[in-house]
Each structure stands twice: as C-alpha cells, then as structure tokens.
C-alpha cells in the first residue's frame, strides 16, 4: 500500500491486496482450520505465531484484514478484534491486570463499562476508582495505588456527552508509568485518534460506527505499540509465562508485546474472537466510515441547534454545540466534528420523554447507537436502569435525558419527526 494515501483511502484500500484473478473483495474465511503439509510447518507456527494461522479462535484471514485497517487507521501497530465491545475493554484490563491489581476510571462512562468496572472487575479482585475529570492532576493521581496499572476514559463518552481531557489523563499516565486506555466508540478514528493524545490503547465498540449498519456485534483493541512494558510496573510482560512455553513478551515481540499477549494468552484462553463473517460486515462498513462520520456529525449539530431553541427543551448536550460543556474539548480534539449522538433534557421528566419517544415515525427506539437509522433511548430506565441514582447522576444520566443517535436520513425529515413529535406532546 502507498503510505503517502490518506486515511480515506487507506479504509478502503488497505489491508487486502488480491494477486492475479483473486477476489476483489476480502473473501470470508469461513474455516475454523487451516491444513499444513507438514507437521514441522505446524510445530514453527506455534514459536512463531505471527507467521501465519493456526486455528481461528486466534486469527483468521479476513480478520486479520480488518485488524490491520484498523492498526492502521488508528496510527498503532497492532490491532485484535473481539467478540464484541465489552470483550475488548475486558481483555484491555485483564492483558494489565490480575486479582490484587487496580485501575483509575473515569466516571462518565457506558453504562456496561461502569457496570464491568464497578461489579465484575471487583468479583475478580481488580479494584477500580472512579474519578471526576474535572477533577485536577493532583487530585486524580490520589487516586493511584501502589498496584494501579492503567488510567481509563472515553474520548466522547456514552451518554454524558462529554469530551476527555486527553493531556490531563496521558499527563497522569506518564507520570505514575501506567498506560492510558481510551474507549474511541464514539469518535471513531476519522473524528479522533487517542494514540496521537497521549493513549497508550485503544478500544472499540465496532458494533457501532465502525461496522455502522446494525449488523455485527464486534469489538477492538489497538496497541499504539509505545508503552514501556519493562519499566518495571508490567512483570507478566518481562517475566515468562509458562502458558506460552515461557515466552518473555517483551523480549520476544519488542513493541507488539500487548496485542501478541492478548490474542495469544487471553483470547487464547478466554475465547473471545470476532468470527470471519463479523468481521467481513465491518470491514465493509469501515470503507465508508469517513463519509457516515462527516454527515452523521453534521445531522447531530443540525438537530442540537434545533432543539436548543425548542421551548420544551430544557438543556442540550452536544460536544460540538458552541456552549455544550465540553466544547472547549471538542474545538480541541473533534475539529472535523463531533459524532451523530446528542442527548437533551425535556421538560416534563420520564413521562414526557417517553411520551415523545412513543410519537416519533422516522427515529426509532432501539438498544443501540451509531448506525444509519436515527434512533432515541430514555438510559434512566434502559442502559443505566441497573444504576442506583447517585450512580447514574455520576455517569450524567438524569431521568430527564434523552439520547437520539442521528442516522444518515435527510435532516429535513428528521427534524420535521422531532418537530410533530413535540406538536403532540400534552
Ligand atoms: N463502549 C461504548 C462507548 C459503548 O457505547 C458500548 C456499547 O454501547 C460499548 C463500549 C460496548 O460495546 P458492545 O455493545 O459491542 O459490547
């Protein structure tokens, strides 16, 4: 591929190049095997893994395309997709982490986030405190124990609409020599690349933006490949592990050791690949992910300006909305825009939310985020539902709060949906 291409053109042409007469589209590698003529052939593969495919449960052709478009696009060196959203960040810790081991997150996280952090992570014996972002430098670094190992946040996150403080994270990560872990669900890598803001990881939910269509539960990890594992805070990257026949990571994958040891230890062990088919729908959706990023955010800005102005409308929430509590950020690390979630605050509470909710024809309500089709979700009695109130108001979830997730339609129809939706309301 020629490295002088843009980013736009590396998503649709990059990581599959077909020889003479081969498919033109990345063929789905729909075998859980692949057949050796030797078994000395076998027997080198399992020393060195990266030199082809052993078994599917741990790579596999077609996703292996799709990991590297989006090592590529992310500006890492290795990319590992997952089963799903949750199974990436899960495998982000526990590639750091063992019982005994703590991390520092932010607060204003997805709602399953919040809830893997703050129940599982602990029944596994992996702490996690919850910080302010607004909290100061010093205050967040209070935080870290003599066992911390990661700092995590969201770029935009899901649905407090607000933007990281990517300098003060990667300013707290640097200084207790722990990596920096950001969740890019929302952004995707055309609006916002973390690893150019001091992230050491990133992690998808490629169930959203990414694939784009509502088609494929999918996840990934990217290792930025810059992350000192031998600074003396990471033995399971310097010491050998016996499960791997005593392969040192550091040593053996220099800066790959993150992605090696989380797809060869942890998916290995845990069993959580995306499968070949998954994986062929989001490479698909991320051909045109640059073009849905830019309309996607420009629907979104369209619909805040609309409702900012709508008396039933009591606050709005958009990152790229001039006033939105995080536009300072936003002007800072979204320049090309802010992604195609909102929420905003009705007058009326729960009652009137679902109200409208139940009144709009085009924006559907569906579990979900960041596909083609606008979309509307009430996260007090949904997402955030297993929250108690002190835990939700910390995620930015008040029983007033509607999210809309704009699509691809014109914004003519989605506002006029909005627009009669409000008419009926009593
Ligand atoms: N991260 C964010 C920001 C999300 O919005 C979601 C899901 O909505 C996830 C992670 C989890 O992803 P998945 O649903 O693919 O497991």
């Not at 042409?13 to 990345?26: D, I, K, L, W």
């Not at 029983?399 to 627009?419: C, N, Y």
Request: charged share 20%; proline share 7%; aromatic share 8%.
């Amino acid at each position: 591929m020629n490295p002088q291409w843009k980013k736009e053109t590396r998503a649709i042409q990059g990581g599959y190049r077909p020889g003479n007469a081969e498919p033109r589209v990345t063929p789905i590698y729909q075998s859980t095997t692949y057949k050796y003529d030797t078994a000395e052939a076998v027997a080198h593969l399992f020393d060195h893994p990266e030199e082809g495919h052993i078994y599917s449960r741990i790579s596999n052709p077609t996703t292996e395309v799709l990991q590297k478009k989006l090592a590529d696009l992310e500006g890492g060196i290795a990319a590992v997709t997952t089963s799903s959203g949750q199974a990436a960040t899960t495998l982000a810790i526990l590639n750091l982490c063992q019982a005994g081991d703590h991390i520092v997150a932010s607060s204003s996280l997805y709602g399953g986030t919040y809830n893997l952090f703050n129940y599982t992570l602990p029944r596994m014996g992996i702490e996690v405190t919850f910080v302010d972002q607004d909290q100061s430098a010093a205050e967040i670094e209070a935080a870290f124990r003599p066992r911390t190992k990661a700092i995590f946040g969201e770029s935009i996150s899901n649905p407090a609409m607000e933007v990281l403080d990517f300098e003060k994270f990667s300013q707290v990560a640097r200084s207790r020599g722990v990596p920096f872990l950001v969740d890019n669900t929302f952004p995707t890598p055309f609006l916002c690349q973390p690893l150019k803001l001091g992230a050491h990881i990133v992690i998808h939910s490629t169930t959203k933006y990414i694939d784009g269509h509502a088609t494929s539960v999918g996840g990934a990890v990217i290792d930025g490949g810059t992350f000192p594992w031998d600074n003396g805070n990471f033995p399971a990257f310097t010491e050998p592990d016996p499960s791997y026949h005593g392969v040192c990571y550091h040593e053996r994958f220099a800066s790959a050791a993150y992605a090696v040891k989380l797809s060869y230890q942890l998916i290995r062990d845990l069993g959580t690949p995306m499968s070949p088919m998954n994986a062929f729908l989001t490479n698909l959706g991320l051909e045109t992910l640059h073009l849905r990023m830019e309309r996607h955010s420009q629907n979104a800005l369209a619909l805040a300006q609309y409702l900012q102005d709508h008396p039933r409308v009591s606050w709005v929430r958009y990152p790229g909305l001039p006033g939105s509590p995080s536009a300072e950020r936003a002007r800072r690390y979204l320049p090309k825009g802010s992604s195609g979630v909102l929420t905003f605050g009705i007058t009326g509470g729960q009652p009137a939310g679902e109200a409208l909710m139940n009144s709009l024809e085009l924006a559907s309500i569906v579990v979900h985020v960041a596909d083609v089709r606008t979309c509307v979700l009430h996260p007090a009695s949904m997402t955030h539902r297993q929250l108690c109130q002190e835990e939700q108001q910390a995620a930015g979830v008040s029983p007033d709060l509607i999210r809309v997730s704009l699509g691809l339609e014109h914004i003519d129809d989605i506002i006029a949906d909005f627009d009669q939706a409000f008419r009926r309301l009593p």
